[in-house]
């Protein structure tokens, strides 16, 4: 199958499910009602409304994508003096270290499941770019946090 059927096909596929279950949410909200009653319906729905959200927050949380942009992003939220020597390399480190100096509290959660997607961003730059640029992200994160 050449990819642009198959972009066809799953396309197709993906709106027969959604019309699918759109037609069943539908014709289940009605024998849900009838059953319930309108008040008991409302209590329901609440309910079902409050597991949900607090779900959606709870898979979330478990699986957190924080990458280096947007570390960047919030170290330059909450610490505007930031001036981070290099891009996309030791970022993690940099600011995990900076919050430690500034005495805030960095937990360890062991659930925490982290998916490395290596060089998505420094993809295209040559070896010999990349290694400078660790070093240097390297010496500079020596040099401010462990060198007294």
């Known amino acids: 199958m050449t990819p642009s059927k198959r972009i066809v096909v799953n ?5 027969t499910r959604t019309i699918i279950n759109v037609v069943l949410s539908l014709y289940s909200t009605r024998l849900i ?5 309108q008040a008991d319906f409302g209590i329901f729905s609440l309910v079902g409304g409050v597991i949900s959200m ?9 699986h ?12 330059a939220i909450y610490h505007p ?13 940099f600011f ?19 998916s490395n ?9 040559n070896q010999k770019q990349r290694a400078a640029w660790s070093k ?10 462990f060198m007294e």
């Open 81 to 93: 003096e930031l001036h981070f020597p290099t891009f996309l390399y030791g970022e993690e480190i």
């Open 11 to 15: 396309t197709a596929a993906q709106y």
């Open 54 to 62: 607090l779900s959606f927050i709870t898979n979330a949380l478990a």
């Open 64 to 75: 957190v994508f924080i990458g280096g942009v947007l570390m960047l992003l919030l170290a």
């Open 136 to 145: 240097e992200t390297l010496n500079v994160i020596q040099k401010q946090f």
């Open 117 to 125: 997607i290596g060089n998505v961003s420094t993809g295209k730059v």
């Open 33 to 37: 009602l009838a059953a319930l009653g």
């Open 96 to 114: 995990a270290e900076l919050n430690r100096a500034a005495q805030l509290i960095v937990k360890y959660t062991p659930t925490l499941r982290i």
